[in-house]
């Protein structure tokens, strides 16, 4: 897991440990981690988020790469009346550039 994020191991043991105190993860020697129902929830509005960024991002004609990566920073920084407004906009000119 360290490797595949570029960050080391006692970073990973953190994270999961954090992760899990908020209970968004149960972890299972020998099994592995898990997300709670609470994580799975997180996980999903997480995933609406990206989205909508990302889809505003593409019917403002910006190339689905880059529109990708964009929406994985913005995501995390716009607030639920920008989300809205992004929606919005959207719907009102469609889901992608055509």
Same mark, same amino acid.
């Given at each position: 897991?360290?490797? $595949?994020?570029?960050?080391?191991? =006692? &970073?990973?043991? @953190?994270? /999961? @440990? %954090?992760?899990?105190? /908020?209970? #968004? +993860?149960?972890? +299972?020697?020998? %099994?592995?981690? #898990?997300? &709670? =129902?609470?994580?799975? @929830?997180?996980?999903?509005?997480? %995933?609406? $988020?990206?989205? +909508?960024?990302?889809? #505003? ?6 190339? =689905?790469? +880059?529109? %990708? $990566? ?11 009346? &920008? ?5 919005? #906009? ?9």
């Amino acid at each position: 897991m360290a490797a $595949r994020l570029g960050v080391s191991q =006692p &970073t990973v043991a @953190k994270m /999961l @440990k %954090r992760l899990a105190s /908020l209970g #968004f +993860i149960q972890m +299972i020697p020998w %099994r592995g981690v #898990f997300l &709670t =129902p609470e994580g799975e @929830k997180l996980a999903q509005e997480s %995933r609406e $988020r990206h989205q +909508i960024v990302e889809n #505003f991002l593409l019917v403002l004609g910006v190339s =689905p790469e +880059i529109a %990708r $990566r964009d929406a994985e920073g913005m995501e995390h920084h716009v607030s639920q009346e &920008t989300l809205d407004a992004f929606l919005a #906009f959207t719907q009102q000119h469609g889901t992608s550039a055509e």
